[in-house]
C-alpha cells in the first residue's frame, strides 16, 4: 500500500468547507484512494475513494491531482459532528489489507 | 448499508482470564473479516486477517496463540484473548469485506474496549 503524508490536525469553522489535503507520492497505478473517518471511541466510517476522476457522495467530494500524488477531500458544509480523525489510505483492489497511518484530526468548530 | 456489530462493546476482565469478542456482519456476507487493536489517541493496527474456514494470516509481532481467531462463517468472526494481561488492555475493531465486493471498502464495527485489571 502507499504511504500516505496528512496534516496531524486542522480546524474548520462549522458551515464552512472543509478541504483535508492528502499526499501519496508512491501510489501506484492500480491503487485506489480511499477515505475513512473515526469518530472518538468509534469503528472507522467509509467516506469515499477513486482512482483518477473526481468523486463525489452525498457525503464528501473527493479530488485528486491529474499526477496521483496528492488528493484533498472536501466536506461542503462541516457540522460539529464532523469533528473526528480523517484517514486517507492507498489500497490496491487486488489486497485486502487497509494500513491505516497518522490521520488528520478535524475539529470543527462554532 | 452494510452493518457489522461486535459484542461486547466492552469488558473488563481480571488477568489470567480469557475474552471471546464476536464480530457480524448483519446483512450481508464477508469474505474476509479484520481485526485491528488501537491504544488511546493512536491509528489503528491491523491484527489479523481471517478469511471463512482457513487460518487466520497474522500481522508480525502479533502471536497467535494469544490472540485466537476464529471465522467460521460468512457472517461471523471471533476473536479470543487468552490469558489476558493488563497490557492487552486496548480498543479492538474488526471489519468485513464484502463478498465479490467490486472495490475495497470495509466496513467497521462499533469496536470493543477491554480492560484486564
Known amino acids: 500500500d502507499a504511504k500516505t503524508t496528512q496534516p496531524t490536525s486542522m480546524d474548520c469553522a462549522e458551515g464552512r468547507a472543509a478541504n483535508l489535503p492528502c499526499n501519496h507520492s508512491?501510489?501506484?497505478?492500480?491503487?485506489?484512494v480511499y477515505w475513512y473517518r473515526q469518530i472518538h471511541s468509534q469503528g472507522p466510517q467509509y467516506i469515499i475513494h477513486?482512482?483518477?476522476n473526481n468523486e463525489t457522495n452525498e457525503m464528501a467530494s473527493l479530488i485528486i491531482t491529474e499526477d496521483r500524488k496528492s488528493s484533498t477531500l472536501i466536506l461542503p458544509h462541516a457540522t460539529l459532528r464532523d469533528t473526528a480523525v480523517y484517514y486517507c489510505?492507498?489500497?490496491?483492489?487486488?489486497?485486502?489489507?487497509?494500513?491505516f497511518g497518522g490521520g488528520t484530526r478535524l475539529m470543527v468548530k462554532p | 448499508g452494510a452493518v457489522v456489530s461486535q459484542h461486547p462493546s466492552w469488558v473488563i476482565c481480571k488477568s489470567g482470564t480469557s475474552v471471546k469478542i464476536e464480530c457480524r456482519s448483519l446483512?450481508?456476507?464477508?469474505?474476509?473479516m479484520f481485526w485491528y487493536r488501537q491504544f488511546p489517541k493512536k491509528s489503528l493496527m491491523l491484527m489479523a486477517t481471517s478469511n471463512e474456514g482457513s487460518k487466520a494470516t497474522y500481522e508480525q509481532g502479533v502471536e497467535k496463540d494469544k490472540f485466537l481467531i476464529n471465522h467460521a462463517s460468512l457472517t461471523l468472526s471471533t476473536l479470543t484473548v487468552t490469558s489476558a494481561h493488563p497490557e492487552d488492555s486496548s480498543f479492538y475493531i474488526c471489519?468485513?469485506?464484502?463478498?465479490?465486493?467490486?472495490?475495497?471498502?470495509?466496513?467497521f464495527g462499533p469496536g470493543t474496549r477491554l480492560t484486564v485489571t
Open positions: 477513486g482512482l483518477k
Open positions: 446483512d450481508f456476507q464477508a469474505t474476509t
Open positions: 508512491t501510489i501506484s497505478g492500480n491503487e485506489y
Open positions: 471489519s468485513a469485506r464484502k463478498l465479490a465486493a467490486s472495490s475495497y471498502e470495509q466496513y
Open positions: 489510505i492507498g489500497a490496491n483492489n487486488a489486497g485486502n489489507m487497509l494500513t
